[in-house]
């Protein structure tokens, strides 16, 4: 995936700007503030970016359903295995 950067303008309150830029001043300097902003926007939007990043994938094996050969009964055996453990 080719990165391309845009410069964008925004409308934000005073306070809630510069107590942010003096955060990242504090952790990473002035100088990371556009990372900064775009790292808090890749949170916002990770769901987003997880499935462009994998739409293209074509997965490996398939996984096929089967039926058990015998007869179980997970809640049982889920039971005696916690059971077990006291």
């Given amino acids: ?7 964008t303008s925004i409308v934000i309150d005073r ?4 107590a942010f830029k003096k955060k990242v001043a504090l952790e990473r300097g002035l100088r990371n503030i556009s990372q900064a902003i775009e790292e808090a926007i890749e949170d916002e939007v990770v769901d987003i970016l997880f499935e462009k990043a994998f739409i293209d994938i074509t997965p490996i094996i398939e996984v096929k359903p089967i039926k058990p050969r015998v007869k179980t009964n997970a809640g049982k055996t889920i039971r005696e295995m916690r059971d077990s453990r006291l």
Avoid: P
Avoid at 1 to 7: C, E, L, N
Avoid at 15 to 18: P, S
């Fill in 15 to 18: 306070e809630v700007w510069e």
């Fill in 1 to 7: 995936m080719v990165s391309s950067k845009i410069k």
